[in-house]
Each structure stands twice: as C-alpha cells, then as structure tokens.
C-alpha cells in the first residue's frame, strides 16, 4: 500500500521542492512524509489487526495457558462436548474493544 502511494506522489510536487532547495531527503520529510500520513494510519490499522488476530503462531509456540493470546484465550471457551456461548460473546465484545478504540482514534485520517 506505502509503494503504491509513493509511486503515484506527483512527480511536479518533487521538482518544485527542487527548485526551492530542499535536498531528497528534506523533500521526503517535508512534503512525501506529510502527505502520507493517511496511508501510513491506514497501514497501521491493518497491522495492528494482523497482529491482534493472530490465532495459528501463538498456537504453536505458547503452551502455558498464563502466555495465551486473546485469540486462545477465547478459544479455550469452546469445549468439546459444551460451549459456554454467553462467555464467548462477552469475550469476544471485550476483544473488540481496542480495534474499535484505534479506528475511532485514527479515523481522522482517513480520506
């Protein structure tokens, strides 16, 4: 997503900085940087969740149940004969708390 965004950065916007001064690196971190804090918000919410929801790799490296995730932790709700689905629910409500709170907070961002 970050290399599509640079990619289509208007070339006209780079030889202008040229123009005034600014060397690569004072064009990247006083006009590209700037202009790319949506996308860069965007790519932090979906690593952020990437990252959140991440069942398989937590399940085959932590096997004491003090180091599971949220994603095993809920899982450890759903038994084999019996599922305590009102615990799951309200596990699953608190386990969207933060997503729901980083969108809230970067949705500014977005265009």
């Known amino acids: 997503m970050m290399r599509q965004f640079f990619i289509n950065f208007p070339k006209e916007l780079e030889e202008a900085s040229q123009l005034d001064g600014l060397s690569r690196f004072g064009i990247f971190f006083r006009i590209a940087l700037p202009l790319a804090v949506p996308a860069l918000a965007a790519q932090m919410i979906f690593v952020f969740m990437g990252a959140w929801n991440e069942f398989l790799k937590p399940l085959m490296f932590v096997s004491d149940k003090s180091m599971f995730t949220l994603t095993l932790g809920l899982n450890t709700f759903k038994g084999q004969y019996?599922?305590?689905?009102?615990?799951?629910?309200?596990?699953?409500?608190?386990?969207?708390?933060?997503?729901?709170?980083?969108?809230?907070?970067?949705?500014?961002f977005f265009i």
């Open 82 to 108: 019996i599922s305590y689905w009102n615990n799951i629910m309200a596990a699953s409500m608190v386990f969207t708390l933060p997503a729901l709170l980083i969108y809230a907070f970067f949705k500014r």
